[in-house]
């Protein structure tokens, strides 16, 4: 007997968590570090997680500079007031990721499984037109320079200078207004960049 729990269906959030565990994998895979080979974390030129300093600034070529760490760039409060839900934890990940695992609020709820939010810098290695070619079904968005969000993965890429950075939504149910939410976490990177 299936109950209606206003959940995403079982298979596509088992997708959708492989997915987030291929992430958190490649996050912590040995040797790797914040471009520019500090450990993500470290206190190398700038602020730790949950400080109240810029963070450190790394050098990326003719495009400029990006942070360090992205989790300094945007609270994790603000996130789960967007996103309506509790904030459970904050993690950094290398190579300038960071990621907000968030507590529905409802009763009973799980701590940590409302979902997470993803934001990252994708290291000039993807531009939009390699994500608008790899999801193509998705949908340009006015935010940024360029922005494209893709309903495969609920990614939206902001373009900003010569950078592109990604706001991923995991584990939100298909009747949330993830674009929505996606656009206004971005808005609050931007401001920061």
Same mark, same amino acid.
């Given at each position: ?28 895979? =040995? $040797? @790797?570090? !914040? ?10 030129? %700038?602020?730790? #997680? /949950?400080? *109240? ?21 945007v ?8 996103v ?7 993690? =950094? $990940? @290398?190579? !300038? ?10 009763? %009973?709820?799980? #701590? /940590?499984? *409302? ?43 902001v373009?900003?200078?010569a ?12 009747a ?18």
């Amino acid at each position: 007997m299936h109950m209606s729990t206003g959940r995403i269906p079982r298979p596509a959030a088992g997708v959708a968590l492989a997915l987030a565990m291929v992430v958190a994998a490649c996050n912590s895979a =040995p $040797g @790797a570090g !914040a471009p520019g080979g500090a450990p993500a974390g470290s206190a190398a030129g %700038g602020s730790q #997680p /949950g400080g *109240g300093t810029q963070p450190p600034a790394t050098s990326v070529g003719a495009g400029g500079t990006v942070p360090a760490e992205m989790c300094p760039l945007v609270s994790g409060e603000d996130i789960a007031a967007i996103v309506d839900k509790d904030l459970a934890e904050t993690r =950094p $990940g @290398a190579d !300038a990721w960071c990621t907000w695992t968030f507590t529905d609020r409802t009763p %009973g709820a799980i #701590p /940590g499984i *409302g979902g997470s939010v993803i934001v990252r810098y994708e290291n000039d290695v993807i531009s939009l037109d390699t994500a608008k070619s790899a999801s193509p079904g998705g949908e340009d968005v006015s935010i940024g320079d360029r922005g494209y969000w893709t309903d495969d993965f609920s990614v939206l890429y902001v373009v900003k200078g010569a950078h592109v950075y990604a706001i991923q939504l995991i584990l939100f149910d298909e009747a949330e207004p993830r674009l929505d939410m996606a656009t206004q976490i971005a808005q609050l990177l931007l401001a920061k960049l």
